[in-house]
């Protein structure tokens, strides 16, 4: 990485306390987001996604916590941060686009006084001039007759314009980070491509790093540059993304991108992983994969393995350990 | 399986010219203090298809289109607002009447939500073994080894008829929901979008499934989805529907290759694939409109970048173009290959 990361995760954990004991939803998380770059995130559920993007917002559900590791943004340590200060950096330095377009909207305010607020707050603006803002903002998301649509309500508008929305409000106060947590998902495909063509040109033009979480493999394939492969709350793949798709290099990546029905070729059977995720409370000691993997070896049963570097990508597997190799 | 699948010889199913209407008009009173007239949303206005023997036959859509009224509407779920569903010959109606049951056990279906579809208070045995008690007469015993061989059949455990729905992931539910329709021997399985609610690993396994037991069983699929690439996967003919029509219906090489309607190709050139780097897009604009109020002439034509005069006056019927049989004026014509 020849700039200095914008975000930087390093090790990062995440706790649950239960009554049963504590959960490690996030185990030893790392990873870095340059300057104008998109990092996709995929995994299936309850692979921690999400939790990696809700810590670094610093939006995470009690009782879950921060119980180890640091986040970075430009330099300055963020996850230490108090609710006053961090409400500061959330909406001016890290914008946030959600699954659900109709929660993440206040229903009892225009659009256009949702927007201005937030300028408002991050920026030195008047009311007057943030409202001009708040509709080219508006209109640059490609809804058309901004004018008029910025008195409306979230309720006056579909489900791709009100994502469109969120997205001219997570880009408001020009932050350098936007995380965007499954944000077509609740969309059609003709709206999700889109959407998709939308954030990608917005923080392009904005010059906005993305960290784009999802589980559709396609929309990371047309969006990302680098994607991070997780799994029971670790990362265990992370490199370029054209090399992740077309030469995974952990086991579970390959059966991943093998298990993703595709139109182009025609496979008489999918590429099956056998099994299902661990459940947080019987996460198997040394690799959390080690139970459904084809290439188990007795090492992978015993000894945990880090992101070592593997082909053209970084993956946490045993196989690519060279010292096992010589 | 090749092209002469767009016309099957003795179809499983008939589907001819059937619509689903629902009132949604408001109550009486306010209808008539305020002169407001009824409303009738056509969720289902006017499709027809077959599925042959054996076949799978796919349903793809945006949300809204109706696929899932039609999925209700043939296993009986839904009356008929117009035209006829036939079932090995037999018109469905037939299910509601005395001596009907045995046409409703040929007919099953499996739901969208693995987690909605099974009662939480039930115990896997009595689920799988409900159906048995309606259409079969057999003993407890036997039921009992019914479900056991079922549950072998979906890769499940013998053992797991004791446990609670709860004590099993969304996929092993969905196999559960699976063996629950097979419990009767059906000839049609109705799919409601069985694995949009999975992860993509777990989608992989019961797509397997699907197709394994269609081979060893000879069974006859309706699939639903909105999801191109796994329809690409499983079906054999595939019919694409938008705002409760069928615009397009043709086998699946011919489909992807060469769809022909304007709005399976945007739909094709929409989804964003695992390949489709750098892939050329058409901008596709516009939303799916209110059912409520759909345009005149071809509903499609406000999005379409093929529309005239006459798309937006007179509404299109199917014609055959090609291995495709395409509800457009603009292909009738010729206008666009």
Redesign the interface.
């Given at each position: 990485m020849p700039m200095e990361p914008l975000l930087e995760v390093r090790n990062l954990s995440v706790a649950f306390p239960t009554r049963r004991g504590t959960l490690k939803a996030l185990n030893e998380v790392s990873f870095s987001i340059a300057p104008g770059e998109i990092l996709g995130v995929v995994g299936?559920?309850g692979a921690g996604k999400s939790l990696t993007g809700a810590s670094i917002i610093g939006l995470l559900e009690p009782p879950g916590r921060i119980s180890g590791g640091e986040i970075y943004l430009s330099g300055r340590r963020i996850d230490n941060l108090s609710d006053e200060e961090m409400r500061r950096v959330r909406g001016r330095e890290i914008g946030a686009v959600f699954q659900d377009p109709l929660t993440s909207l206040n229903p009892l305010y225009t659009v256009g006084h949702q927007l201005a607020e937030t300028i408002v707050t991050h920026l030195d603006m008047s009311w007057a001039q943030a409202r001009t803002r708040a509709i080219e903002l508006l209109a640059s998301t490609g809804i058309p007759a901004a004018k008029e649509r910025i008195d409306h309500y979230p309720h006056q508008f579909?489900?791709?314009?009100r994502q469109r929305v969120v997205i001219a409000l997570a880009l408001a106060a020009e932050p350098k980070l936007v995380v965007a947590d499954e944000p077509t998902t609740a969309l059609?495909?003709?709206?999700?491509?889109?959407i998709?063509?939308l954030l990608k040109k917005l923080c392009r033009e904005h010059g906005a790093s993305v960290m784009l979480i999802t589980?559709?493999?396609?929309?990371i394939?047309?969006?990302a540059d680098r994607v991070a492969v997780m799994y029971a709350g670790r990362v265990v793949e992370i490199g370029p993304?054209?090399e992740v798709?077309h030469h995974p290099n952990h086991p579970y990546s390959s059966?991943?991108?093998?298990?993703?029905?595709?139109?182009?070729a025609?496979?008489?059977?999918?590429?099956?992983?056998?099994g299902?995720?661990p459940r947080l409370t019987a996460i198997p000691t040394g690799c959390a994969f080690n139970p459904r993997c084809v290439s188990r070896m007795p090492r992978c049963t015993r000894e945990r393995p880090e992101l070592m570097p593997a082909g053209a990508t970084r993956a946490a597997c045993w196989l690519h350990d060279n010292a096992e190799l010589a | 399986m090749t092209t002469d699948l767009s016309k099957p010889e003795a179809p499983l199913i008939r589907v001819e010219d059937a619509a689903r209407w629902f009132d949604v008009s408001p109550p009486w009173l306010e209808r008539v203090l305020m002169r407001r007239p009824r409303i009738d949303l056509r969720a289902v206005d006017g499709i027809t298809f077959d599925i042959g023997r054996g076949e799978t036959f796919a349903l793809v859509g945006e949300s809204g289109c109706g696929k899932s009224t039609v999925a209700r509407m043939l296993v009986g779920l839904y009356g008929l607002t117009r035209g006829r569903i036939l079932f090995d010959g037999e018109p469905l109606e037939k299910m509601s009447q005395p001596g009907g049951r045995a046409l409703r056990r040929r007919l099953q279906m499996i739901f969208q939500d693995p987690y909605a579809s099974l009662n939480p208070r039930w115990r896997v045995g009595r689920i799988i073994a409900e159906p048995l008690l309606t259409h079969t007469p057999m003993t407890a015993p036997e039921r009992v080894a019914r479900v056991s061989e079922l549950l072998l059949q979906v890769g499940l455990d013998p053992a797991d008829q004791n446990r609670f729905p709860h004590q099993f992931s969304g996929g092993q539910r969905q196999r559960i929901s699976i063996a629950r329709a097979l419990a009767v021997q059906p000839d049609l399985l109705v799919c409601d979008e069985p694995t949009s609610a999975l992860d993509v690993s777990v989608q992989a396994q019961v797509l397997n499934l699907m197709k394994d037991l269609q081979r060893r069983l000879g069974l006859t699929y309706l699939f639903i989805s909105h999801n191109l690439a796994v329809v690409h996967h499983v079906a054999d003919r595939v019919g694409v529907m938008y705002l409760g029509r069928i615009v397009e219906v043709a086998s699946r090489d011919a489909l992807f290759s060469q769809p022909r309607h304007p709005y399976t190709r945007m739909l094709l050139e929409a989804i964003p694939d695992l390949h489709g780097n750098g892939k050329s897009r058409t901008r596709v604009a516009g939303e799916v409109p209110n059912p409520l109020n759909p345009p005149p002439g071809c509903t499609f034509h406000p999005r379409c970048p093929h529309a005239n005069e006459r798309c937006r006056t007179e509404a299109p019927l199917p014609i055959q173009a090609g291995l495709s049989v395409v509800t457009c004026h603009a292909v009738e014509e010729g206008r666009i290959a």
């Open positions: 299936e559920s579909s489900g791709g314009m059609d495909v003709s709206i999700q491509a889109q998709i063509e589980h559709d493999m396609g929309v394939a047309e969006t993304v054209s798709i059966g991943l991108m093998g298990s993703i029905p595709t139109l182009d025609h496979v008489e059977r999918l590429v099956q992983i056998d299902s995720m | -």
